[in-house]
C-alpha cells in the first residue's frame, strides 16, 4: 500500500533529521502519514511502522514539538494509539514509549502523561533491557518531581537487572548519584566517581555516557563548595566526553546554563553573560520548554538583581516559579521561592519576604507537592548565604580572584588549546583536579 511504502521510505530520512536535529520544511504531511497508517490499520506487522513512529517522536523532541507542531495532544495520542496496536500484534514498544515520555519530559516535567507512558513502557517490557531502561526512566521521572524514596526504590530493581552490564551498573550508580546530590552530597561524590571509574574502563557508549553526566553533577557539587575553577573544569570536561558520543541529543543549553550560573556565584558578569547568550540560542534551536525556561529566568534574574535591576529580577523570578508550579518541578520552585525571598529581604520589603519566607516554609514541610523534606531545605539555605556573604565581600561588579572560564571562546588561543587538550585526556577525577589547580 501507499502509506506502507510512504513509512518505509520516510522513516529513514526523519531518523537522518533526529541525529542531525534539523526540522523538515513542514511536519504535518509526516504526522498525517501516521495517522493515516494508524486508521487504515496498514502494515501494523511491518518493522517500518514502529521505526517511522519513534523517529518522528524522536524528532519533535529533538527540534521541538510544541514549536513546529502545536497540537502536541494529537501527537501523543497517535503514538499511544500505535502502541496499543502494534503491543497487540506481539511487537515490541518500549522504545517508542519511552521516545514519547522524553517528548512529555520537553513539554512539562512532571506532566502525568510522561508517568503513563513510562509504566506502559515497563509493562510491555520484552526483556531485561526493556525492563532496565524503562525502570531507569522511571527513577529519573521521580529525581525530576523530587519523589526521591520512590526513585530509591526504581533503582534498587534497576541494580538487580544490571548485574554484568557494565552500561547499566555505570547509569545505576550515576543516577543513584543524582538522587542524594540534592540532599547528600558528599555520598553522592561517592556514587559519582564509582560511575567514572566504571566509564573508564569500559567503551561502551552507555557507560560514557553516565560518567559525563557524573562529571558534570562532580562540577556542580564543587560549585555549592565555592570552588569556582574546580567546578567550571569539570562542567567543562563532561562536554567534551558528552561531545563525542555518536547519539548524544541533549542541546548545550543546559551546559551553558550551568556555565553561567558558576560564573556569577565567581562574580565573573560579562563572562557569565556570554554563556547566557549562548545557552538562549541552544535552547531555542530545539525549542525546549519546560525546566529550561524556569532556569533560563532564574539565572537572567541574577544578572538584573547584579546590576541592581531589583524590579526586572523579581519579574523574571515570578515567571521562574510559575513555570515550574505548572510542570511540576518543586526543587527548582523551591531555589527560585528563596532567590526571591533574599532579593525581596535586599529591598527592604519586610511583608513581602514574610509571606515569601511563610511560602518556602510551607514547600519545606510539605503541603505543597514537595517531597525534598528538611535536609535539603537546609542545604539550599545555607547555600543562600554562601551566596549572599560572597557577593558582600566582593561587591556587585567584583570577581572571584584566580576564577577564570576554560572554554575554548574566553581561554587565550594558544593556552587554551592546551587547556582543552589536557581536560579531554584527563583520566577522572584526579586528573581534572590537577589540571584545574594549574588554571
Known amino acids: 500500500m501507499a502509506i506502507a511504502r510512504a513509512m518505509s521510505f520516510y522513516a529513514p530520512a526523519l531518523q537522518l533529521m533526529v541525529s542531525s536535529a534539523t526540522p523538515p520544511d513542514r511536519i504535518e504531511p509526516y504526522v498525517t502519514i501516521l495517522g493515516n497508517a494508524i486508521d487504515a490499520a496498514v502494515d501494523i506487522e511491518s518493522p517500518h511502522f514502529a521505526a517511522y513512529a519513534e523517529a518522528l517522536v524522536e524528532l519533535l523532541t529533538a527540534v521541538g514539538g510544541p514549536t513546529i507542531y502545536p497540537d502536541r495532544l494529537?501527537?501523543?495520542?497517535?503514538?499511544?494509539?500505535?502502541?496499543?496496536?502494534?503491543?497487540?500484534?506481539?511487537?515490541?514498544?518500549?522504545?517508542?514509549?519511552?521516545?514519547?515520555?522524553?517528548?512529555?519530559?520537553?513539554?512539562?516535567?512532571?506532566?502525568?502523561?510522561?508517568?503513563?507512558?513510562?509504566?506502559?513502557?515497563?509493562?510491555?517490557?520484552?526483556?531485561?533491557?526493556?525492563?532496565?531502561?524503562?525502570?531507569?526512566?522511571?527513577?529519573?521521572?521521580?529525581?525530576?518531581?523530587?519523589?526521591?524514596?520512590?526513585?530509591?526504590?526504581?533503582?534498587?530493581?534497576?541494580?538487580?537487572?544490571?548485574?554484568?552490564?557494565?552500561?547499566?551498573?555505570?547509569?545505576?550508580?550515576?543516577?543513584?548519584?543524582?538522587?542524594?546530590?540534592?540532599?547528600a552530597p558528599r555520598r553522592a561524590l561517592r556514587y559519582f566517581e564509582r560511575a567514572i571509574a566504571v566509564g573508564r574502563a569500559s567503551d561502551q557508549v552507555d557507560a560514557i555516557r553516565a560518567s559525563a553526566t557524573a562529571l558534570h553533577f562532580i562540577g556542580r557539587i564543587h560549585a555549592a563548595r565555592c570552588e569556582y575553577t574546580l567546578a567550571l573544569t569539570f562542567l567543562m570536561a563532561a562536554q567534551l566526553v558528552r561531545s563525542d558520543l555518536p547519539t548524544e541529543r541533549k542541546p548545550r543549553g543546559f551546559y551553558e546554563l550551568r556555565m553561567a550560573e558558576v560564573l556569577l556565584d565567581a562574580g565573573q558578569v560579562k563572562e557569565a553573560q556570554w554563556h547566557i547568550a549562548q545557552a538562549a540560542m541552544s535552547l531555542q534551536t530545539v525549542h525546549e520548554i519546560s525546566t529550561a525556561e524556569a532556569m533560563l529566568n532564574g539565572v537572567l534574574a541574577r544578572i538584573a538583581a547584579m546590576q541592581n535591576n531589583s524590579e526586572q529580577a523579581e519579574q523574571l523570578l515570578r515567571i521562574a516559579i510559575e513555570v515550574a508550579q505548572r510542570d511540576d518541578h518543586p526543587r527548582g520552585e523551591l531555589v527560585f521561592l528563596a532567590s526571591l525571598l533574599r532579593l525581596r529581604a535586599r529591598r527592604g520589603m519586610t511583608t513581602n519576604a514574610i509571606f515569601t519566607l511563610l511560602h518556602v516554609t510551607w514547600l519545606y514541610l510539605g503541603a505543597h507537592p514537595f517531597r525534598g523534606g528538611a535536609r535539603l531545605a537546609s542545604r539550599v539555605l545555607r547555600g543562600i548565604g554562601r551566596s549572599s556573604a560572597a557577593l558582600c565581600r566582593r561587591g556587585m561588579g567584583g570577581t572571584s580572584r584566580g576564577t577564570r572560564c576554560p572554554c575554548e571562546y574566553h581561554a587565550s588561543h594558544d593556552s587554551g588549546t592546551e587547556l582543552l587538550a589536557a581536560i579531554r585526556s584527563a583520566e577522572p577525577t584526579r586528573s581534572i583536579r590537577r589540571i584545574a589547580s594549574k588554571i
Do not use: M, W
Not at 127 to 146: G, P
Not at 150 to 159: I, T, V
Open 74 to 183: 494529537r501527537i501523543l495520542d497517535l503514538v499511544g494509539q500505535a502502541s496499543v496496536r502494534l503491543s497487540r500484534n506481539g511487537q515490541p514498544t518500549t522504545d517508542l514509549r519511552l521516545a514519547a515520555a522524553r517528548l512529555c519530559a520537553a513539554i512539562s516535567n512532571g506532566g502525568q502523561q510522561r508517568l503513563s507512558f513510562i509504566r506502559a513502557a515497563i509493562d510491555e517490557g520484552k526483556d531485561t533491557s526493556d525492563k532496565f531502561r524503562a525502570t531507569l526512566v522511571l527513577a529519573q521521572f521521580y529525581i525530576d518531581t523530587s519523589r526521591y524514596r520512590r526513585a530509591h526504590h526504581a533503582l534498587d530493581l534497576c541494580e538487580r537487572l544490571a548485574v554484568g552490564n557494565v552500561g547499566y551498573t555505570a547509569h545505576t550508580l550515576t543516577t543513584r548519584g543524582l538522587i542524594y546530590f540534592y540532599y
